[in-house]
């Protein structure tokens, strides 16, 4: 609670706390509750609904400290005590109201009686009275019967006084005689507490009604947890569950007090675009990132790749510098990509290889292979040229009959002319 902060963070109550430190908490205190028991229009602490207050108070949840628990709870006790004794029309305004937190009739039935949990009754409706003793409306001729009949033959030898609600008893004798036992205790003759810790207790919290599970098994005792049995004021058996505080913690997901969720590294790691998983010691942990993210938070975008392929032979296959090839394809960028992203980074890598030197056999195949293509570029060559001189021979012959053959017809017909 804010307002009490200031007063329980006094440096005077380190060490020895002094007269005048006492008085410095009281005059707070006055101004605080003065501000309290103000009508609930008025109130500036709290506002309209006090009862949330009283709920965070109780709650196991609630993130007050111990010392602000304590100074509120001997604080209230004090006020309502004197409020309730007086009458005083402000008890309804700041006390706690048991009949909000009670199940066994409707609100407008209910009838506090103190701000405790047990101190209310129930208005019964005809026929029917209230019974303390189990908190329920019981009929009249029922709640005669368990009143009156404690002792029957052979109930006092039988039953634990303390812990029998009533005993029945049939037979000659009494030799029948059955215990029923008040809430918290059990056993033949209702002499056992019970231990919510070491045994299957009924309670509305629990799973199942509180059969499934005992409090050892929900503290998870094995594991350093400690669990410790409580019997409230209205009778109830229950446990209550201290964590380690180390290794184990409370599961909040689940709806009563255990200690079962192990805590890990990933308490304090935030994977923004992924989710954390630790080592089963909970002293390692990674983030795994969603497909297009990386980075120790997985808030990096790189995009979506697609994987790479193997690494290519080193090429080439002897030498000082070889490579090796691999690739990848960005498929937030494919056609088929319902929303395109670039991607970022290489879609090529490229790796050095080992230098490896060439063998002689090697050196030799290289060496015969380029001297036969030499060979036979050189053979290739010489047909060619031989090839050409024979086409040129050929073609001046040719050109020199057509040649001569031209000429002779020429003259002759120079001839011809002139003798005309």
Known sequence: MNALKPIVRLECLDGNVSVACIRTV????????????????????????????????????????????????MSCLTICKVLYEQQDQR??????????????????????????????????????VWNEKVFTCLPVKENARITNTWAPTKCEQLCYETGTLSCYSSG???????????????????SQEQNPCTEKIEHSA????????????????????TCRGQILADGTVH????????RWRKN???????????KSM??????????????????????????????????????????????????????????????????????EAKKKF??????????????????????????SYFAIRQNAMAAGISTAAISCAIVSVFWLAFLSNMLSRTVWLLIKSIRRERTA
């Open 26 to 73: 009281r005059t707070h205190l006055y101004g605080t509750f003065e501000k309290l028991l103000s009508p609930p229009g008025e109130n500036t602490i709290f506002g309209q609904n006090h009862s949330l207050l009283f709920i965070n108070f109780i709650s196991k949840n609630s993130d007050w400290l111990e010392s602000t628990r304590t100074l509120f709870a």
């Open 91 to 128: 008890f309804n305004w700041f006390c706690p109201n048991p009949c909000q937190l009670q199940t066994s009739c409707s609100l407008e039935h209910c009838v506090p009686r103190g701000i405790f949990t047990h101190q209310f009754r129930c208005r019964c409706p005809n026929g029917h």
């Open 172 to 190: 000659i004798d009494g030799e029948l005689s059955i215990c029923l036992c008040k809430p918290g205790f059990t056993g033949p003759s209702c």
């Open 206 to 225: 629990l799973p199942s009604g509180g059969m499934v599970m005992a409090g050892d098994d929900a503290c998870n005792v094995h594991n350093g947890n």
């Open 239 to 246: 446990y209550m569950c201290i964590c380690d505080g180390v």
């Open 252 to 262: 909040h997901t689940l709806g009563y007090d255990n200690c079962l969720w192990k």
């Open 266 to 335: 990933c308490d304090s790691i935030i994977c923004t675009y992924g989710r954390c998983v630790s080592s089963a010691s909970g002293k390692l942990a990674i983030c795994l990132c969603m497909p297009g993210f990386e980075g120790p938070s997985c808030n990096q975008w790189v995009g979506v790749w697609s994987q790479w392929s193997p690494w290519d032979k080193c090429r080439p296959q002897c030498g000082d510098l070889r490579y090796s090839v691999r690739s990848r394809d960005c498929q937030s960028m494919k056609s």
């Open 342 to 367: 670039d991607c970022v980074g290489a879609s090529i890598e490229y790796a050095s290889c080992a230098p490896h030197p060439c063998a002689r056999s090697e050196g030799l195949y290289m060496n």
